[in-house]
């Protein structure tokens, strides 16, 4: 059973750091690349970072770019997210989400590719 467990998330005041984990488990997890996907209340679903599967090639979202850091730790099967310089907008349940089909990478984010999604954790960006 393939299971994606996130957890790091909790409150931060404006301008802080969290670092985000997903635990991944019941599948080869070095042959797939993996996405960081966001949701804030009342919005949609937004794409925030995706990791090729080798762990050596990322993008990001623009409105995050140069303040978050996704990593991919192929030998403790765990995904990161590195975050920084949050602001109260991004206050969101931060879900990781694997590719469906190993060693594909694409450098745009594709919702159809993802094959399974966490269960997210929330992210709180308040005074």
């Known amino acids: 059973e393939v299971q994606l467990v996130e957890s790091g998330g909790g409150l931060v005041q404006p301008g802080g750091s969290l670092r985000l984990s997903c635990a991944a488990s019941?599948?080869?997890?070095?042959?797939?690349?993996m996405s960081w996907v966001r949701q804030a209340p009342g919005k949609e679903l937004e794409w925030v970072s995706s990791?090729?599967?080798?762990?050596?090639?990322?993008v990001y979202a623009d409105s995050v770019q140069g303040r978050f850091t996704t990593s991919k730790h192929n030998a403790n099967n765990t995904l990161y997210l590195h975050m920084s310089s949050l602001q109260p907008e991004e206050t969101a349940i931060y879900y990781c989400?694997?590719?469906?089909?190993?060693?594909?990478?694409?450098?745009?984010?594709?919702?159809?590719?993802?094959?399974?999604w966490g269960q997210g954790t929330q992210v709180t960006v308040s005074s």
């Open positions: 989400a694997t590719d469906r089909i190993a060693f594909r990478w694409k450098d745009t984010y594709d919702p159809s590719d993802v094959g399974y």
């Open positions: 019941g599948f080869p997890f070095r042959l797939y690349s």
């Open positions: 990791i090729n599967f080798s762990g050596r090639a990322a």
